[in-house]
């Protein structure tokens, strides 16, 4: 079946440093793929996403790149904020075949920023 | 324009009982996602419902349930709880002419067994 492997945190790293957190994937079809952000208390926001091959997906700062020979759709950012301090999730959509609709997700990567 | 909500925000409930969560989609969506956030994990798919007919589930027991209604908005239904159904439930609603199936989620039902 389908799953996300996310790095494992905790990530804690100071203001304006360099942001990277790895997913790899394993889907049976062409999946689309997402990188979500949970803020304390809250549910979750869409970040960025690419639904092809080569696809670079980008929003507020981050970016992520579908590399399909690799199976990766790792997230960074050139200079992170406090305000970036959060929970982010990778996760993939199946367009076709049974799994069609259904979202599976990675088990979160937490992000602390330090002033 | 209103995105997903879901009620109640917050429920405490005990082990044996049944509980209804009630979720809104986004306005133009017609599919509803629900999942399951134990605490410190991913979400997790429980089942997803178009034209009020369950399309997808996941690996969850049959004491979870649902229905949609004729305007979109749904309803996940939790029978014989345990205390391991703890968690946060989230609502995510999409449209079926998406061929991406982008999801908007809601912020979510915290739903405590006791």
């Known amino acids: 079946g389908d799953s996300v492997t996310q790095m494992e945190g905790p990530v804690t790293l100071s203001e304006e440093a360099f942001l990277t957190i790895n997913c790899t994937y394993t889907?049976?079809?062409?999946?689309?793929l997402f990188w979500y952000v949970q803020y304390p208390g809250e549910g979750l926001q869409l970040l960025l996403k690419?639904?092809?091959?080569?696809d670079k997906g980008s929003n507020k700062g981050f970016e992520a790149t579908y590399r399909k020979e690799t199976t990766s759709f790792h997230l960074e950012k050139g200079s992170v904020q406090v305000s970036d301090s959060a929970v982010y999730f990778c996760?993939?959509?199946?367009?076709?075949?049974?799994?069609?609709?259904?979202?599976?997700f990675g088990d979160g990567t937490t992000l602390t920023v330090k002033p | 324009d209103a995105g997903v909500t879901q009620s109640p925000t917050h429920l405490i409930k005990t082990r044996g009982q049944q509980v209804t969560l009630r979720c809104s989609p986004k306005s133009g969506h017609d599919t509803v996602s629900w999942y399951q956030q134990a605490l410190g994990q991913g979400p997790q798919f429980i089942f997803q419902?178009?034209?009020?007919?369950?399309?997808q589930r996941g690996n969850f027991p049959d004491r979870f349930s649902g229905h949609q209604f004729p305007n979109y908005s749904s309803e996940l239904n939790v029978n014989a709880l345990l205390l391991g159904d703890s968690a946060l439930y989230l609502c995510?609603?999409?449209?079926?002419?998406?061929?991406?199936?982008?999801?908007?989620f809601g912020p979510g039902t915290r739903l405590t067994v006791t």
């Open positions: 996760a993939l959509s199946e367009s076709v075949n049974t799994n069609a609709g259904k979202s599976t």
């Open positions: 690419a639904t092809k091959a080569d």
């Open positions: 419902y178009y034209e009020e007919e369950e399309r």
């Open positions: 889907a049976t079809g062409y999946p689309s």
């Open positions: 995510a609603s999409s449209s079926a002419g998406d061929l991406y199936y982008e999801q908007y």
